[in-house]
Every structure is written in C-alpha cells, then in structure tokens.
C-alpha cells in the first residue's frame, strides 16, 4: 500500500467492522483457511465475520451461548469454531452446517477453549475458573481427562506439543501434550502481578505472558534458552514527561504473535494502544494509534497483513465505568511490512 | 542509568564511584530499556528484589498496577507474597451480570468496593511495613530456593506460596477451592492481612469441604475408597464431592467398600444425579439416584440408626457439604458455584449408609443447589430451614442423633414404601414421604425446623442456587429405585420409577427448590412451601425439583425449600413447626402416603432427633425422608 515514511493518513487508517456485537467483546479470532474473524462477546454471541482484502466486511453467521462468551478458537482447517463461556459450557459451531451445540461442560465459565491437533486426533481443551483443565472428544458427552490446577484458569493457549495454563495467584502450568494429564511444569509467573494472558510461541519452544502490571515476560521453556527469558514494561503511561517514575500502570490484555513473522508479537492494554515488537532482537516496531477505550483482544489474519483488535470496556476500572456511551467497535488495521519485519534485517521502505 | 558492564563481569574499577549502574542482584534489566532499577540497600541476601523495588512495585502511580485486586510476589518467578487477592476483571463482571439479572446489583457494587477497599488496604499496610514485607519475602524466597536446590528463578516446581499446586491430587481438583497447600510457607501478607476474605484457595484451609480438617485432599477430590464410607470419614483423603470421575465420589460410587451409601447400587450417584452437569456427586448419569434402591437398606442396618449417609451416630457431622470453603458456595457437589449440591458429600459418615447412593443425588451440581451442601453454614441444621430441603433433616447424614436412616433405610420393615429417601427423615416414623400423614409437615425436605439434620438437598447452602436444579433433578435421587422393599430407602420411595427423588420424575426443575426459574433459593429443597412435599413423591409428576419448587408442580417451590421463616437459628432444640411456613398438608404428594406407617418409628432415633430438632446439625443432616409428622 502506501509508503510508510510518507504520510499518508487516509490510507492507513484503521477500518471499523460493520455490525459489531452489541456488548463488549472478549475475544476474537481469524480463521487460518479463511478470510473469516469470530468475535465472542458479552452479548453472549459468537459473531463471525467475512474481511476482505481492501478491509471491507460484514457478518455472516452468529450463534449463542447462555451466557458471555469469554474465549474462541478456530481449528486448523477452519472448519469448526469453539468458544467458551460463562454458561459453563463450550460449544463448537460447524461453519459448513452453521449448527451449533456443547460439547464441554464445567462448574464455573469457561474462561479459554483450543483445539489441540496432535497426531492422534483433534482433542479440546479447556480452561476454566473451577480450577480445572478438561480434555474432551467431540464424540462423548465426558471428558476423557480432567486435570485439576492450583487456582482458576485465567489464560491457556496451545501450540502443539506445548500447553500454557496461566492461573490466578500467579502459577502458570506447562504442559508437554504427550503426556497431557500431569504438567511438565508449574512455575510462579514470572511477572509480579495477576498473570491476564499467555501465549505460545508458534515454535512450541515458549511462551509470553502478559499481566495486569503493564507487564509482558518472554518465556523459554527449556533450561538451555533461559537466559533469553526477559521481561519489559509496556503499556504504561508516563505522568511526568521526563521522568520514568510516575506512571499509571495498566493492564496488558492481550498479546499476539505473527503468522510469519514468527517473532514479532503484538501487545494490547487497558490503556486502549497496541504495539508491535519484535521478540529475538527486543525492540519495539510499531505503535499504533491509540484508541478510545481499552483494546480487549486481538488477532492476525492467516496471512499477517490485518490485525484485527477489540475495542471495548474490559472492566478495568470496575462498574461504574461501564457506561452506555462507550466505544464497543472492532477495527481492521492493514500491516505494513515495516510494522511486522524486524527493522534490523530490512530497510524500512517497505 | 547503564548497567555497568565491567561490573557485570566483576571487575568494575570505579566501584561505588562508578556513573554507570552496579545491579545489586547482579542481572539486567527489563530489555526493551527499563534500566532505572535501583538496587536499593545493602542487601545482604541474594534476592532479586530489595526494600525499594517492593516499595515501588506497592505504590500506586508508579509501579502498582491500576487493577486492585491482584495477588502480588516480588519478583520474577517468586514465590506469592501477598495470595489470594486474586480476582480478574472477568471474573468480577460475570458476577455483576448475574446480580444485574436477579436485580441485586447494589450488592455487587457493594461487594466490589469492599474487595478494592480490602485489597488496597493490604497493599498500603505492605507498604508501611516494608521492612517486614521485605524480611518475609526473603525468607519464603529463600525456602523456596532451598527446596528448589537452587536458585529460586524458573523451574521451580510448583513454588507457589500457596503450596505447589495439587497436581498431586487427583485430577479433579478440588471444587471448593480449598487448596490443600503442601508445605509451602505462607506468604507473609496472605493470612493475617487477607483474612481469607478472598476465598479461594487460602492455603491452610484445608479443612476440606466437608469440615473435616483432616482431610488433605480436596474436598472434592476422590475420596478414594477410603475404608469408610465417604461420607463419614474424616480422614479421607479425597474430596468431599469426590469428583466422579474418581470412583467414589461422594455418593456415587458405591464401589467403595463401606461407600457411604451402601453400596448397593453400584455407583449410582448418590443423588441419583439428573444428568445434570456432572455434579458432585458426580455421576451425570441419571443412575439410580442415591436413594433410590430399595434394595436393601443402605445401610444395611435397618433399624439400627445408622443414617444412610453414614452412620448417623457419629457426630461427624461435618455436613454432608462440608462447609465449603468459604468463598466458594462449594456445594457439597462441588459445584463452584454456590451452592453445594445436595448431597454433597459425604462428609459425615452417615450419610452413606444409605443403601442408595443417596445422598449425593442432589448431585446436580448444577447451580447451587447444594442439597447438603450448602457450604456456609457450619453444621447446624439449619440446612434445613429455609428451605433447604432436600430430605430435610436428617436426610443426609443422619445428623448425629437417631441413626438417621439415610432415606428411609433403615426403615426396616418399611416396605418398599419410598418413602426411602426422606423417609429417613421420617425419623423413625415410618412415614416415608407420604406415608402417614403425619402431622409436622414440613415438606419432607424442607423441613426446616427439624433441626439438625441437614436436609439433603438444598440445605442451607446459602446458596442461591438460582437454578437449582432439581437437587434430585432427574434421575430421581432418591427415588428411584425405590422398589419394593424399603429397605432401601428411596428417597421417594419406592418404584417410582425413576423420577428423581425429588419429585418429579424427570429432571423437573431442581429437585431442590429453586425451581428453575427461581433463582437462588437455596435449598434444595426450595422454598418449600406448599407441599413442595411432593417432592418425595418420586412420581413423575411433580415435576420440577421435588423439593423446591420447580417449576410447576403445584407444590412447587422447593420442596424443601420451604423457607419458612425460621432462619436458621442454629439451635437444636425441639422443631418449632409452629414457625414453619411451610406446613405439611397430608396427601399432598403420593409419597408420603408410601411411607410406612410406622415411620417415624422406624427411624433411626439419631434421624429423628435431628428432625426434631430445630435445626439440622451440619454434618448431621439426616437421610432420612422427615417423617411427615415432623415435616
């Protein structure tokens, strides 16, 4: 498109989708066949949408839960969503047959579903504030294994063989999948605050994790790699100019790696920016423009040229700040080469 | 400042003249640049945080996140030093929601203020006392560090304060939350500070769910066949809810030896579970539900007290429910949510004894309704009051006096008269459900004056169970099964035919109380007023939780749930019935007209003191159906 050291603002500007959810969005994610985006939220739908390549969209399907749709996930083929909720319940919605029904249950929400793709067969997984993490197969109502975890799940994500399970009081659980019922590992964050995310590295090697004190750690899960473990402040915002003391620190919702680019990550907050960085040589790429409330939750396309984000009230600050009048949008940004390429390696025209 | 390289590699010859950075603990900075790490004081202990990263990281505005409610350690890979504050934005709008929905939203806001206020206040102590919160950090990371066999950072197994994880249970962790810690030190800021207030997972809860401190395991973790029954022993290890999957969950495997419920029927959950989600009592399959079989009592006494949920006399009360943690509404069944399930388990020995799995039934985790369970309150019948029915006294566990016969079993001669499950309540009077109109109504479950005995479904639990379904929801709990004989205590008496126990055959509305649409009545036995008796009435026609309202079903309302005014009062004392709301309207339902004549004889005498009593002892709730004259 455009020529990043020229200014061109129209073109670059971040395009809105038609017919966002009603209430809040909790999570979103592309499809890795498909130009298709699922969006869950706390209308307790599951909206998906078709995107262009011009970032032009519209919805074409949707299916419900009984409750906030807090998590969703694509399968490999982009065949199948799978969502979670505070229903208790996850269901999987066949985009072929646009059916919908459950196939998980736990005693408390389900906070975050996956599909895990071994060799074996499709498997999933999820995570949810009873303390628990439920292996299921699509064809039996039980799950076929349950592993109980230190606190409530609070983030998981897999990338296989690897599993992260991030709980609250700040223990994450490393699960080898070969060996699914016992965690390989169980560390204390290594961030000092609520862990709010965990996501793998698409090379199964690690993982980052992202909390609520502005916060994200890279993590290695090997011991040969720890020395490249590392952690960095983000997503605060400086009181005084000049100074690095003051700062109201703010929660770090989401984060993101590249299709592609495999080491390029993107971070969203409470704060309502999203940056993009680059993990191996640690340095940040991109700002986006910031927004008018908090980012929730974002995506990449299969491709890596749009990274679609959530705009809305993530209840950081509590009840009294959900207001009607706030913004509830999801935006389509087209990446630029320079944004998702390490700037050591490439000139910055892209 | 830059870190000074030469330093770094030891060999700075500036030393503390040096403009550059000399890390106290020796490592880098955050990478992207954050080198402003001060190292603060001497530091004697290689620790990587010090008195002024710890006052940093407290205070507002400069290192202390703007989310309140966070536990808190003081570095990378530290153990917690301050635990169990945590409760994520989600996690706080869920619940906004369900009271925006049940109109209650001033509490949430209340409840919302309180924990920040609660939380803030931690913090700012933290931070006037950093000295200490610096000493205690030290020492639990160096604990830490010496159990790791070496450096506290990264791969340390499980080092949370909070214990390592229970990856040692069981799977199935424990639904109550009540982290078993292992050994872990405590974090400095966690008891004292916190009071629990937080709830989950305190360590040193430990007092499983079912109030037995002894337990190590969760409460709900499987109780693995301990060599009692599930219900009464303390000792077990497993939870009290067990967890279906693991053999013996509370009141659905029988396949322990003495299983709590007698056994007979092979795992059939106690509560016969409905289907609902898997409820604690674990097994979503309808099985026959606890009380169901007639077969032979349970409790293979009859007549000898022994409650169907364990033998009655002994006070182990810890109520079916244990109690569960706090925090949690950890319904006997486990079920997080609110509300323990009915039957939840088997903490006291009575309980199982039943023949039928009994007890558990109300297993239908599902939404609170804890039959037994209900988790707040301690012991004292007063699962029964308001509501919460489910058997009603006595029903689960046979609280303590008069063997209660867990449902019906131990009515000996009792034929077949279902009154099985909550004829163990029938104290003695053979009056199953139904059986002998006896006087005291009081739904079966529900009655809440009969004091200790905490009614099997819907007990007290404070909770809300806003669905409760059916605590007995389908899959009778104890009804079914019921066949013939008495003996075996179907809850509802015999043959019905599967309808749950209570009451409706048929997944109706939440056995106990709370009819579906109802929303939280808490007991079981919902609000039992109106004749919810009928719960007992295995038939399938009342349909809706046999003890709480379900939803239709004239008797509707909790079965059990019969709040009557009484609010728990956690006396034992001669049954108030004059309070009682809920009055007892004989032929009500078919069920009690099934229960023996003599039931009230012939129950256990510790059921029957517990139906008599005001309120049902935590732990003590009687299988029993409540004898129609005690209702």
Known sequence: MSFPNVSTAPARKDVEIRGPPADSISSLSFSPTADFLAVGGWDNNVHVYEVAGNLDSRGVAMYSHQGPVLGVCWNKDGTRILSGGADNAARVFDVQTGQSSQVAAHDAPVKAARWIESPQGCILVTGSWDKTVKYWDLRSPQPIGVVSLPERCYSLDVVY???????????????????PMTPRKSIPSPLRWQTRVVNCFLTADGFAVGSIEGRVAMHYISQNNMANNYTFRCHRQDMKQASKVESVVYAVNDIIFHPVYQGTFATCGSDGTINLWERDTRTRLQTLEPCPGPVTSMGFNRSGTILAYAVSYDWSRGYSYMKTGHPNKIMLHACLDAEVQRKANFPRAN | MVVCQYYMQGRCKFGNSCRNEHPRDGRGHGAFGNSSWNSGGNQKVPVPFSMETMTKDMTPQVDKPM?????????????????????????????????????????????????????????????AHVKEAYDQASKISMANSEAAGGSGLGTRSSQSAFGSSTFGNTSSSSVFGANIPSTTTTPAFGKPLLASAFGQSHQQQSSSIFGQPK???????????????IFGQPQQSASAFGQPQQSASAFGQPQQSTSAFGQPWQSTSAFGQPQQSPSAFGQPQPSTSAFGQPSTSVFGQSQSSTSAFGQPQQSTTTSVFGQPPQGQTASAFGQPQQSASAFGQPQQQTISGQPQPSMSSFGQPPQQISVFGQSSQPATNSFIRPATGAFGQSAFGGSGTSGGSAFGASIPAANSISAGAFSAFAERRPAGFGAGPTTTEGSVFGQPSLGSAPSAFGNPAPAPNNSNPSAFGSASVFGNQ??????????????????????????????????????????????????????????????????????????????????????????????????????????????????????????????????????????????????????
């Open chain 1, 161 to 179: 063989p690897l599993m992260a399970v991030g709980t609250a009081d700040r223990n994450i659980q490393i699960f080898d999948l070969r060996n």
């Open chain 2, 67 to 127: 989310w309140p409610l966070s536990s808190y350690g003081p570095a990378k890979h530290e153990p917690l030093l301050v635990a169990g504050l945590d409760e994520s934005p989600e996690e706080l709008r869920v619940k906004a929601m369900l009271e925006l929905k049940s109109g209650t939203v001033n509490e949430y806001i209340k409840y919302e203020a309180e924990k920040i206020a609660a939380a803030d206040q931690i913090y700012v102590n933290a931070r």
């Open chain 2, 215 to 229: 337990q190590s395991s969760s409460v709900f973790g499987q109780p693995q066949p301990p060599s009692t029954s």
């Open chain 2, 482 to 631: 019921s066949q013939t004989q008495t003996n075996t205590l179907s809850p509802f008496g015999s043959n019905i035919p599967q309808s749950s126990v209570f009451g409706s055959g048929g997944n109706s509305g939440s056995a106990f109380g709370g009819t579906p649409g109802s929303n939280s009545t808490p007991s079981a036995f919902g609000p039992v007023q109106t004749s919810s008796v009928s719960a007992s009435a295995p038939q399938p026609a009342p349909s809706t939780s046999v003890f709480g309202s379900s939803t239709n079903t004239p008797s509707s309302t909790s079965v059990f749930g019969t709040a009557p005014t009484q609010t728990q009062k956690p006396k034992q004392g001669p049954p108030d019935f004059a309070n009682a709301t809920v009055t007892y309207k004989p032929d009500i339902n078919q069920y009690d007209a099934m229960l023996p004549e003599n039931y009230l004889q012939i129950l256990p005498a510790s059921a029957r003191n517990a139906f008599e009593s005001k309120k049902f002892e935590w732990g003590n709730i009687p299988e029993w159906i409540p004898p129609k004259e005690l209702r």
